[in-house]
């Protein structure tokens, strides 16, 4: 009984490990160059910076310090430690490509493009409002990994418009 339940444990593990999907976050980049976390004075140096601009009370929970825009693009500012990390990309005229895993992604990317690299977490859409946007948007979103691949308390959400990646939002629990 102890053998098989030890044999059943580890198929399960096998088969979860086989079908499980995640990212490593280091291998996600805006534009080629920007990492998803990047210190303020590197970012400053890259002259990209659209504003920098205090928290919103929409978002008085953040315990950001300001959010730094890159187009519609926005990372959260730490003053303590002069990091930011990005909250939400918007793919425009200015972020034009996110790459991801080392597959780049802009905004022609379908939504049956992204289902073919995650298709166990992204088969189907699931619809979801954004407040204050009228774009009604479908979204379906991967779990995130460190390099080392152990699994993040973190999820990389897609967000689809008439079937064409818009935006991407990195979502962490508070």
């Not at 430690?81 to 022609?108: H, P, Q, Y």
């Amino acid at each position: 009984m102890k053998k098989t339940i030890i044999s059943l444990s580890i198929i399960l593990f096998v088969a979860g490990s086989t079908y499980a999907q995640s990212i490593n976050i280091d291998s996600i980049k805006i534009n080629n160059k920007i990492p998803l976390s990047i210190d303020f004075k590197k970012l400053e140096k890259l002259n990209l910076i659209d504003s920098i601009t205090p928290i919103p009370q929409l978002m008085d929970l953040s315990n950001a310090d300001s959010l730094v825009f890159i187009g519609n693009t926005y990372f959260e500012y730490y003053k303590r430690t002069n990091s930011c990390n990005v909250a939400v990309i918007v793919l425009d005229n200015k972020v034009k490509t996110v790459s991801i895993n080392g597959t780049k992604l802009d905004k022609f990317t379908t939504f049956e493009e992204i289902k073919k690299i995650f298709p166990n977490d992204c088969s189907k859409l699931d619809p979801i409002k954004i407040y204050g946007d009228k774009t009604e948007y479908m979204t379906c979103d991967v779990g995130l990994k460190n390099k080392n691949g152990v699994d993040l308390d973190m999820r990389l959400l897609f967000f689809f418009s008439k079937n064409k990646l818009k935006r991407i939002d990195l979502w962490e629990p508070d």
